[in-house]
T-cell receptor, first 113, second 114 residues
């Protein structure tokens, strides 16, 4: 069964600290992996998208890595800010052109002053 | 570009009433998706359209749910009759293609059925 598992479920860090969120998937065949940020009361917003051949992608203080062999991805946040408090969702697309994204349950990050 | 526009932002209705959620996709996006998000189940795909044609509605929970896309710039998700367990946030998303980097979500409609 195609699944996307994220860890930890929730995380609290102090402002200015770094953190890493994990995503493991069993989706096969694989097309791309996305990380979304979802602020409370808003829709998910894309942070990064990586295809099979890419193993790292940065967007400002956000850096995503992908290991397609072990089917693992991570999202690293550097020098966290209060505005980073949100849910981070890992999303995997299979290579069939069905339009279906497979969503992880998300990691809720809280950055405290 | 105004992005994907959903209305209303919030809807409170009584059990048994009909509810209609609306979505305007980004112009030029051929794909439109309806999702439901709850704390228990996360984001679930309900149905998606390609060029206004429903392609996969296997995620629609039951016959009380229906979706239409009469033209390229408008879609509706209707629940009739509504039940308290339908309470959730409903998102619409659009994309030039399923694999596109341009896959964009709207801000959602928070539905509460009392």
């Amino acid at each position: 069964k195609n699944q996307v598992e994220q860890s930890p479920q929730s995380l609290i860090i102090l402002e200015g600290k770094n953190c890493t969120l994990q995503c493991n998937y069993t989706v096969s065949p694989f097309s791309n992996l996305r990380w979304y940020k979802q602020d409370t009361g808003r829709g998910p917003v894309s942070l990064t998208i990586m295809t099979f051949s890419e193993n790292t992608k940065s967007n400002g203080r956000y850096t995503a890595t992908l290991d397609a062999d072990t089917k693992q991805s991570s999202l690293h946040i550097t020098a966290s800010q209060l505005s980073d408090s949100a849910s981070y969702i890992c999303v995997v697309t299979g290579s069939s052109n069905t339009g279906k994204l497979i969503f992880g349950q998300g990691t809720t990050l809280q950055v405290k002053p | 570009d105004a992005g994907v526009i959903q209305s209303p932002r919030h809807e409170v209705t009584e059990m048994g009433q009909e509810v209609t959620l609306r979505c305007k996709p980004i112009s030029g996006h051929d794909y439109l998706f309806w999702y439901r998000q709850t704390m228990m189940r996360g984001l679930e795909l309900l149905i998606y359209f390609n060029n206004n044609v429903p392609i996969d509605d296997s995620g629609m929970p039951e016959d009380r749910f229906s979706a239409k896309m009469p033209n390229a710039s408008f879609s509706t998700l209707k629940i009739q009759p509504s039940e308290p367990r339908d309470s959730a946030v409903y998102f619409c998303a659009s994309s030039p293609s399923p694999q596109s980097r341009g896959y964009t979500f709207g801000s959602g409609t928070r539905l509460t059925v009392v």
